[in-house]
Nanobody, 133 residues
Framework: QVQLVESGGGPGRAGGSLRLSCAAS????????MGWFRQAPGKERGGVAP????????NYADSVKGRFAIAQDNAKNRVYLQMNSLQPDDTATYYC??????????????????????????WGQGTLVSVSS
């Protein structure tokens, strides 16, 4: 069963906006930490933004702070990533991930989120965002 499905990627222009959506199964959405990470061509994966779903606490990578916003919709089992003021450096495949039984510290930074999502989390298949200048 597919647990996490991303959508909303595609071409974008510098200065523009895109909104990514992550549809989660009931099981995946029962996790207490969800978020996004990305991988640009030829680069390592980097955490973007986790959200601790119990209290809604969010954290952002410095490179996206003030431009991206993560949100959750409990009625729809979805997590969104609103991306504004897009830059060519935002070009990457964006992945949704979920961590079960996460401690607050494990969801407390994009770096920790990426690490623990690899250790014991679920990943989606990714959605490609391509930003032109």
């Amino acid at each position: 069963q597919v647990q996490l499905v991303e959508s909303g990627g595609g071409p974008g222009r510098a200065g523009g906006s895109l909104r990514l959506s992550c549809a989660a199964s009931e099981y995946a959405y029962s996790s207490n930490c969800m978020g996004w990470f990305r991988q640009a061509p030829g680069k390592e994966r980097g955490g973007v933004a986790p959200i601790y779903t119990g209290n809604g606490r969010q954290n952002y990578a410095d490179s996206v702070k003030g431009r991206f916003a993560i949100a959750q919709d409990n009625a729809k089992n979805r997590v969104y990533l609103q991306m504004n003021s897009l830059q060519p450096d935002d070009t990457a495949t964006y992945y949704c991930a979920a961590i079960f039984n996460a401690r607050p510290s494990e969801c407390g930074s994009p770096t920790q989120f990426l690490f623990f999502s690899k250790e014991r989390g679920l990943w989606g298949q990714g959605t490609l965002v391509s930003v032109s200048s």
